[in-house]
């Protein structure tokens, strides 16, 4: 959404435009508290049901719920704009817009280097003595659903749709406010690992498969913190579309390699920790923010009010 402007500076209201800073995060949440209220409670409730229903994420019921569970963040960033929208809310400042023209390039060589570093750290662990990588389960895999397209569109929807609306588009640029891009990466892929916990509870799922308490369900935990440092990059480089890559092409190689050994997952995870810390060390972190507009003077004119930027998306 838009915050209405004039060229006057000020507001269809006509009160002097705010624009979203520290203090939206610090003062009033912005909705931060909000979003992630809404996230959890959706995603736990229905995870909650699909563990009580029981059998495989795969099959009726127990399908129906664990989908639904998926889209919490989608869910928590439409109550956040909902909320936004009614209480005339600004945008937040570091939030990307929606519409990125030519930067949407990025898109496709990050999918790439995200899928890249999954099999480089999985062939790494191969050459040092860990278990070997295979495809045959990956074909398998993508037979069962049948084809590369259905597993693409199955991949995209279960993890990357369902989540980057919300982890990215809403909750990143909030937490950017006041924070680094490592700072908020580590912070939200924190948060986001522990969202993920039902999952080792749902008969069928990758990580019912790992175990909760397990080196492999402690690798897949951990997991989240690089992935999470790079699909932020993503995000500020080209908007949700490139997040949504990102996460796209590290759980397709995932899931085509069946990477299950805590050895593999530990190589892999140091590979991403050090790709995205590079990243971010390549781009310089402009973390301070834009002075908060001050109400207008009660001489000022109002052809001397500053003019207000259109912000963009959130």
């Known amino acids: 959404m838009f915050q209405r402007k004039s060229g006057t500076g000020l507001t269809g209201s006509g009160e002097a435009p705010r624009q979203a800073g520290a203090g939206d995060v610090q003062g009033r949440p912005g909705g931060l508290a909000l979003f992630f209220a809404v996230t959890f409670t959706t995603t ?22 664990y989908l639904l569970g998926g889209f919490g963040p989608v869910f928590g ?21 929606f519409r990125q023209g030519i930067r949407l390039l ?26 070997g990588v295979s495809l045959t389960e990956g074909r398998e895999l993508i037979s069962t659903v049948g084809g590369i397209v259905p597993f693409f569109v199955s991949m995209l929807i279960a993890g990357p749709l369902a989540e980057e609306p919300g982890w990215r588009g809403t909750a990143y640029p909030r937490l950017r406010a006041s924070m680094s891009r490592l700072q908020t990466g580590l912070v939200l892929g924190a948060v986001w690992a522990v969202w993920h916990l039902p999952l080792f509870f749902i008969e069928g799922t990758v990580q019912a498969e790992l175990g909760l308490v397990s080196w492999s369900g402690l690798m897949f935990s951990l997991s989240v913190l690089p992935v999470a440092l790079l699909t932020g990059y993503a995000y500020e480089r080209a908007g949700v579309a490139a997040s949504i890559a990102v996460h796209l092409g590290f759980n397709a190689t995932m899931a085509v390699l069946t990477v299950d050994s805590p050895i593999t997952q530990a190589f892999i995870l140091t590979v991403q920790a050090v790709l995205a810390i590079t990243l971010l060390a390549t781009q310089r972190d402009r973390r301070t923010e834009p002075p908060v507009q001050a109400a207008p003077h009660p001489h000022q004119t109002a052809t001397d009010a500053p003019h207000q930027i259109s912000p963009t998306r959130a």
């Open 44 to 65: 736990w409730a229905f995870w909650l049901v699909a563990i009580v229903l029981g059998g495989s994420p795969t099959s009726s019921p127990t399908a129906v719920p």
């Open 77 to 97: 960033a439409i109550a956040v704009r909902i909320r936004r929208t009614r209480r005339g809310e600004p945008v937040p400042a570091r939030a990307v817009k």
């Open 106 to 131: 990025w898109a496709l060589p990050l999918l790439v280097l995200a899928s890249a570093s999954v099999v480089a750290g999985a062939l790494l662990a191969d050459f040092l003595g860990g278990p």
